[in-house]
């Protein structure tokens, strides 16, 4: 792309935005590179039951893997996170950092 526009005035990393808290990465020796937007992390962390975040929160983050080695040759997949613990639908994208980031989607 650098050819068609030259070098990018400005680049936003994982790394900046985990800084700035846009995503978190809840699980960073189990499941390293595998990021959730705020919005998603809140929203597992807001359910009201008696399981822990990471009893609400791996078994969303095995659905997106299965989902992702399924179809690996898509980029983003926007079907297959609906009836999750986060009672919304949930976008599966790839991220920068070589592995996924779980989003809500009016946070793309």
Known sequence: MDECFGEPISVYTDDDA?????IAEPFPNRFPKFFFTIGVYSAIESV????????????????AVMIVKANPDDYLWTD???????????????????????MFPEER
């Open 18 to 22: 985990l800084e700035d808290g846009i």
């Open 48 to 63: 009201q039951d008696d399981r822990t975040f990471e009893q609400r929160a791996i078994p969303l983050i095995m659905d």
């Open 80 to 102: 297959g996170l609906e009836g999750n613990v986060t009672g919304k639908m949930v976008w599966i994208g790839g991220n920068s950092s070589g592995g996924l980031t779980l």
